[in-house]
């Protein structure tokens, strides 16, 4: 896959801490996985090792019994995708999806050096939760994706 190569912009990569944040604390990182859970033609891509990050610090955070019960849901409802060993869960997860959204609190991975090193493998955009459900706007998004109006959320984010 090439840089050149036009991102899907329904498919959208939770770095661990936003899953965990999610499940765990609520706030932005909620926000934007709503928008995703409430749409059933948007896509939450994640690999193993991505889900293993997020179910390690939903243990270390609360305990093993939510975590174990959070990754059987997050891998039932997640796009699988898998990746070369030692790449970084969540920049790997979308370029084997060519994924157009990676959500993260890492500003290390939000950075201007790391978004020019990831153009070469996949054009994504790497922002906060904030701001990606500040900007992603279904309505625009609905007609190339799907075709025709848009109809509004089709799912319970909740559910």
């Known amino acids: 896959m090439s840089a050149d190569d036009h991102p899907d912009v329904s498919r959208v990569v939770a770095d661990a801490d936003i899953l965990a944040a999610d ?5 932005a990182a909620r926000d ?21 990050d997020a179910e390690a610090i939903i243990e270390a955070c609360a ?9 059987e849901k997050a891998a039932s409802l997640a796009y699988a995708v898998d990746h070369p060993e ?12 060519n994924a157009a959204h ?10 201007a ?9 996949v054009t994504t955009s790497v922002t906060a939760p904030d701001g990606f459900a500040r900007l992603f706007d ?5 007609p190339e994706v799907v075709g025709g ?8 984010p909740r559910a």
């Open 23 to 27: 499940l765990l604390c609520g706030g």
């Open 32 to 52: 934007a996985l709503d928008v995703v859970r409430a749409h059933s033609w948007v896509t939450l891509v994640a690999s193993d090792p991505l889900l293993d």
């Open 63 to 71: 305990d093993a019994r939510l975590a174990a019960d959070w990754r």
């Open 86 to 97: 030692g790449d970084h869960p969540a920049l790997a997860s979308a370029a084997a999806a």
């Open 102 to 111: 990676v959500l993260t609190f890492d500003e290390r991975l939000r950075s």
């Open 113 to 121: 050096q790391t978004n020019a090193t990831l153009k070469r493998y």
């Open 138 to 142: 279904p309505e625009r998004v609905y």
């Open 149 to 156: 109006d848009y109809p509004g959320p089709d799912r319970d």
